[in-house]
């Protein structure tokens, strides 16, 4: 089975500008889950989706917003970006939880100049 | 609320030496515990799991047992290598529903030759 993908896998932005980053889970994976790695703040939970609902959120801001598709991919999105937005982005999927194993893609790095 | 508690790194290792990190955790019930690992450039892969008190995790000579009298999660590898050098995270979660999974901050490993 082919793995988690994330693309971009590389992205320079500047303060002010959105982007949209997108998410493949394994076929047959139901839960997807976005995470924000930093050094000082470690790994952060942003959102679950399941069956194209938002079924769990983190304590992030409006600006930060994800949606999946009937085929599970998935999207977020980070509007009027900020410095402190500069991270690696991760998504991860599951079968049907996110509390169960789950299998993380190899990120997204966002700089935000 | 849930809490993972890992020891604080970098973890520094001559080849072939013995390996413990800590994990304690607080929860309600009885969860699954995990250790993810990441190497640099990379997302995280599952390293091991356990389900259930007493149960054993073993991959790739690392092993972890499920201890709910001490609520511990410890990871131990017997003789570690260069290519072991990588950031571990221990986490929790329970399975069927809506869960955050908890995450610990994670324990830099370097091994040296």
């Known amino acids: 089975k082919a793995g988690v993908t994330q693309t971009p896998r590389y992205l320079i932005k500047t303060r002010g500008q959105q982007v949209t980053l997108s998410c493949s889970p394994i076929?047959?994976?139901?839960?997807v889950s976005w995470y924000q790695q930093t050094p000082g703040q470690g790994l952060q939970f942003l959102f679950e989706?399941?069956?194209?609902?938002?079924?769990n959120k983190g304590n992030f801001p409006g600006r930060f917003s994800g949606r999946q598709f009937s085929n599970s991919r998935s999207e977020m999105n980070v509007s009027t970006l900020e410095l402190g937005d500069s991270a690696l982005y991760l998504c991860?999927?599951?079968?049907?939880?996110?509390?169960?194993?789950?299998?993380f893609g190899p990120g997204t790095r966002l700089t935000v100049l | 609320g849930d809490s993972v508690t890992q020891m604080e790194g970098p973890v520094t290792l001559s080849e072939e030496a013995f390996l413990t990190i800590n994990c304690t955790y607080t929860?309600?019930?009885?969860?699954?515990l995990f250790w993810y690992v990441q190497y640099p450039g990379e997302g995280l892969q599952l390293l091991l799991k356990?389900?259930?008190?007493?149960d054993k995790g073993s991959n790739k000579g690392f092993e972890a047992t499920y201890r709910k009298e001490t609520t511990s999660f410890h990871l131990e590898k017997g003789s570690v290598q260069v290519s072991d050098s990588a950031v571990y995270f221990c986490?929790?979660?329970?399975?069927?529903?809506?869960?955050?999974?908890?995450f610990g901050r994670g324990t830099s490993l370097i091994v040296h030759p």
């Open positions: 991860a999927s599951s079968q049907e939880s996110s509390g169960n194993e789950q299998f």
């Open positions: 076929s047959g994976h139901r839960s």
């Open positions: 989706y399941f069956s194209e609902t938002q079924r």
């Open positions: 929860a309600t019930g009885y969860p699954s």
């Open positions: 356990a389900t259930k008190a007493d």
């Open positions: 986490a929790l979660g329970f399975s069927g529903g809506s869960y955050i999974p908890t």
